[in-house]
């Protein structure tokens, strides 16, 4: 942990070598990767857009085999790491695996220990705790990716263990920004179904939180399932006004008229168009 003005974030290394998550990678990272890492999540931040942050970059003296482009091209590359922060690196995975692995003891202390640290608002003590905490998180995450959407952000990977419980922007991987205007918009190279494409990444979302209110069903009761149910069923919407609200500014657009949702798809068709 890293304290500074009272606030307390949490270091971690990217690049550094195996961890017990690695799976069957190496750990380690290149030095193209972690200058893009570093840059971007600063980026992010300073757009206003909820993210990791970086600290520090250090080239390593390690080669590190890669196929950049997933064509059976390995080349030896420089290693580099990453000294990156968040306020909490905890993921929906983290929840999902301990749900799937039936440790729903160890579960319950996680989600106790993640309300507490991190959604003062919540009060551990009360019996809807976990309902709240994922009513929070599904409007915090709709906002988070229409934010990215208001940027042309494209994450790359988007899968549960790449989404944060505190809905912020973290594991840059094989992410970009579109030049122009691209729905089908895929900066992962190794996507070939286009699954994480640009104008798929609100639905992932949608998937993703679904995965996460499984996680939690074995902790709530009849009612409270059903009213996290209606809580996920709104998400599109919470999304929507989101993103309407977002290219509003960006136009100038002031006050309310039916025909600014209009307005801004015809914007957008143009420039796919263009």
Request: net charge neutral; charged share 25%.
């Amino acid at each position: 942990y890293f304290c500074r003005h009272s606030e307390r974030w949490e270091l971690q290394l990217k690049g550094s070598g195996k961890t017990p998550y690695s799976r069957n990678g190496d750990g380690r990272a290149v030095l193209r990767s972690s200058v893009r890492e570093f840059l971007c999540s600063e980026a992010m931040h300073y757009l206003g857009i909820p993210t990791s942050r970086a600290a520090s970059l250090v080239v390593s003296d390690d080669d590190v085999w890669r196929d950049q482009f997933y064509n059976g091209n390995i080349k030896k590359e420089r290693g580099a790491i990453v000294l990156r922060l968040a306020k909490s690196w905890f993921r929906i995975g983290s929840l999902e695996i301990l749900a799937h692995s039936g440790e729903l003891d160890l579960q319950r202390r996680l989600l106790d220990f993640i309300i507490q640290e991190h959604f003062p608002s919540i009060d551990v003590n009360d019996s809807n705790r976990y309902l709240e905490f994922f009513s929070t998180v599904v409007s915090e995450t709709a906002n988070l990716i229409a934010l990215w959407m208001s940027v042309g952000f494209a994450h790359g990977v988007c899968n549960t263990d790449n989404f944060s419980l505190l809905s912020i922007t973290i594991d840059y991987g094989p992410f970009g920004f579109m030049d122009s205007y691209d729905p089908n918009f895929v900066p992962n190279t190794s996507d070939d179904e286009r699954r994480y494409k640009i104008g798929n990444q609100a639905n992932v979302g949608l998937f993703n939180l679904s995965k996460l209110l499984q996680a939690l069903k074995p902790l709530l009761d009849p009612r409270q399932k059903q009213l996290a149910s209606q809580i996920l069923e709104g998400y599109g919407e919470r999304y929507y006004i989101r993103f309407t609200e977002l290219f509003k500014t960006k136009l100038g657009l002031l006050g309310k008229n039916e025909d600014d949702n209009y307005l801004i798809a015809f914007l957008l068709k143009v420039s796919l168009l263009c």
